[in-house]
């Protein structure tokens, strides 16, 4: 009988489960560092789906409001935090607007308008074009919804319009300033 050969058992070398584990840590590392990218664009379309939101129950707004002498939109220089509570404190046009129409048209005092990042969103309804531009942040969130009437969209900054018009803007976490407007 012929004996086995020592040397010929069947296995892998160190340099294959090197080579393997390298390259299962370059897969690590691409999904590490493209997930955050991901779930970022993910809370920016969830955002952008809010302003559409904001776009549809301003357009209801108007439609149920007509011929009020403000150009049928919410009071400009309204200020609304999403912490105050929508029951008792609900005194400026910005307030009733987020109570009737964003909370699902119910005159809910319960907010449930927030961002996806779980904080509640602010809203500001303007009427100055250049304060408006000037207003929303460069660099950081601020969760404020910039409602800014008598506008229309140019890029990421808003330009002088008739009355009735208005523009919707945000910062987006990773993708500047989305404007939408009614036109």
Same mark, same amino acid.
């Given at each position: 009988?012929?004996? #086995?050969?020592?040397n010929?058992?069947?296995?892998?070398?160190?340099?294959?489960?090197?080579?393997?584990?390298?390259?299962?840590?370059?897969?690590?590392?691409?999904?590490f560092?493209?997930?955050?990218?991901?779930?970022?664009?993910?809370?920016?379309?969830?955002?952008?789906?809010?302003?559409?939101?904001?776009?549809?129950?301003?357009?209801?707004?108007?439609?149920?409001?007509?011929?009020?002498?403000?150009?049928?939109?919410?009071e400009?220089?309204?200020?609304?935090?999403?912490?105050?509570?929508?029951?008792?404190?609900?005194?400026?046009?910005?307030?009733?607007?987020?109570?009737?129409?964003?909370?699902?048209?119910?005159?809910?005092?319960?907010?449930?308008?927030?961002?996806?990042?779980g904080?509640?969103?602010?809203?500001?309804?303007?009427d100055?074009?250049?304060?408006?531009?000037?207003?929303?942040?460069?660099?950081?969130?601020?969760?404020?919804?910039?409602?800014v009437?008598?506008?229309?969209?140019?890029?990421?900054?808003?330009?002088?319009?008739?009355?009735?018009?208005?523009?919707?803007l945000?910062?987006?976490?990773?993708?500047?300033?989305?404007?939408? #407007?009614?036109?």
């Open positions: 009988m012929a004996k #086995d050969n020592i010929s058992k069947k296995g892998f070398t160190i340099n294959e489960v090197v080579l393997v584990l390298a390259i299962a840590g370059l897969i690590f590392l691409m999904v560092v493209a997930l955050p990218a991901l779930q970022r664009s993910q809370r920016d379309t969830a955002r952008r789906n809010d302003l559409s939101r904001v776009d549809t129950s301003l357009t209801q707004y108007q439609t149920n409001n007509q011929n009020t002498g403000n150009g049928d939109l919410p400009a220089s309204s200020l609304w935090t999403g912490v105050e509570d929508l029951s008792s404190n609900c005194s400026t046009s910005a307030c009733k607007f987020v109570q009737r129409y964003m909370n699902s048209g119910t005159d809910s005092t319960t907010n449930t308008f927030k961002d996806p990042d904080t509640f969103y602010n809203l500001r309804i303007m100055d074009v250049d304060t408006a531009n000037d207003a929303v942040p460069t660099g950081n969130m601020d969760h404020t919804i910039y409602i009437t008598g506008a229309k969209c140019k890029g990421e900054q808003v330009e002088q319009d008739t009355p009735r018009h208005y523009a919707v945000y910062r987006l976490e990773g993708a500047g300033i989305y404007c939408i #407007d009614d036109q």
